[in-house]
Nanobody
Framework: VQLQASGGGSVQAGASLRLSCAAS????????MGWFRQAPGKEREFVAA????????YYVDSVKGRFTISRDNAKNTVYLRMNSLRPEDTAVYYC??????????????????WGQGTLVTVSS
């Protein structure tokens, strides 16, 4: 199983980015997906999660109304649309897969597979 995250970059505050995470090796399987981030010197924190059916999504309070998680199951890809970016959003963003398809867990320990991370830098 491989998760390939992409779409990070350096932007000014207020800009938008869309992260993508392509999963391989999970074809035919149902799984929930999550995005986490880790800023320098900080713990990895939950950002957003989406269940297999897309009916369940969760967001950390600090990104509600600005970030949107979505998925295209036919492409085995999950997205994180990030609008109105702030300097405090600067971090390495990781995607993760949870084999419990109906879940949309906020706990990083519930995820079975992780991508390599993509860096998002937001300057003021």
């Amino acid at each position: 199983v491989q998760l390939q995250a992409s779409g990070g970059g350096s932007v000014q505050a207020g800009a938008s980015l869309r992260l993508s995470c392509a999963a391989s090796g999970l074809t035919g399987s149902r799984y929930a997906m999550g995005w986490f981030r880790q800023a320098p010197g900080k713990e990895r924190e939950f950002v957003a999660a989406i269940s297999w059916t897309t009916y369940i999504t969760y967001y950390v309070d600090s990104v509600k109304g600005r970030f949107t998680i979505s998925r295209d199951n036919a492409k085995n890809t999950v997205y994180l649309r990030m609008n109105s970016l702030r300097p405090e959003d600067t971090a390495v963003y990781y995607c993760a897969a949870d084999r419990r398809a109906g879940s949309a867990s906020t706990d990083k320990n519930d995820y079975d597979y992780w991508g390599q991370g993509t860096l998002v830098t937001v300057s003021s």
